[in-house]
């Protein structure tokens, strides 16, 4: 069975540019949350999408957004970057919400420069 | 989510037991206490979860007091490769409640 896949694994964009992550769960898997970690902050939780519906959200501006489609497959939007958004994000799958039996995925690291 | 308390840093021998301790004295009859670990530069990797009993899997055991304050991740045969941070983490385990709140969990180092 396949894990989950991010892509891109590395991304460089610079400053006020917009980027576009991708996560596919693991097959039957229905929810996927987004994690954004970095050096001074550790593992923070983004947001959570079940059904195509966001179901959680942590506390980032609203620059950060996602969505998810009907395979399951989400994807993370953040516009206007800024240096600090600097970091590993990672996606994360379970079968529904509440299961915290979360598999990660190996991560996106976004450098901006 | 009741908040937890881990030691920074534990050293283990490679073929010993790794006993990785874990403090959630606010912990709630509903919540479940988590593992996870993070080898370096991957994503974090599920362990283990328990309510109240002891939990034993092919990767570790699970072992909650019985007033649920505490809990001890036990990895039975440490190898070079379970080198790794460690995150307990204690949730309710509801419908729409997917978020894991990681702290700064403990930093595993097996040595040869």
């Known amino acids: 069975k396949a894990g989950v896949t991010q892509t891109p694994r590395y991304l460089i964009k610079t400053r006020g540019q917009q980027v576009t992550l991708s996560c596919s769960p693991i097959?039957?898997?229905?929810?996927v949350s987004w994690y954004q970690q970095t050096p001074g902050q550790g593992l923070q939780f983004l947001f959570e999408?079940?059904?195509?519906?966001?179901?959680n959200k942590g506390n980032f501006p609203g620059r950060f957004s996602g969505r998810q489609f009907s395979n399951s497959r989400s994807e993370m939007n953040v516009s206007t970057l800024e240096l600090g958004d600097s970091a590993l994000y990672l996606c994360?799958?379970?079968?529904?919400?509440?299961?915290?039996?979360?598999?990660f995925g190996q991560g996106t690291r976004l450098t901006v420069v | 989510d009741a908040k937890t308390t881990q030691p920074p840093s534990m050293d283990c021998a490679e073929g010993r037991a790794a006993n990785l301790p874990c403090n959630h004295s606010?912990?709630?009859?509903?919540?479940?206490v988590y593992w996870y670990r993070q080898i370096h530069s991957q994503g974090p990797q599920y362990i283990i979860h328990g309510l109240k009993n002891n939990e034993t899997n092919e990767m570790a055991s699970l072992i909650i007091t019985e007033d649920r304050k505490s809990s001890t991740l036990i990895l039975p045969h440490a190898t070079l490769r379970d080198t790794a941070v460690y995150y307990c983490i204690v949730r309710v385990r509801i419908q729409g409640a997917q978020k894991l709140v990681f702290g700064q969990g403990t930093r595993l180092t097996i040595n040869p």
């Open positions: 097959s039957g898997h229905r929810s």
């Open positions: 999408y079940f059904s195509e519906t966001q179901r």
């Open positions: 994360a799958s379970s079968l529904a919400p509440g299961r915290a039996e979360a598999f």
């Open positions: 606010t912990i709630s009859g509903n919540e479940y």
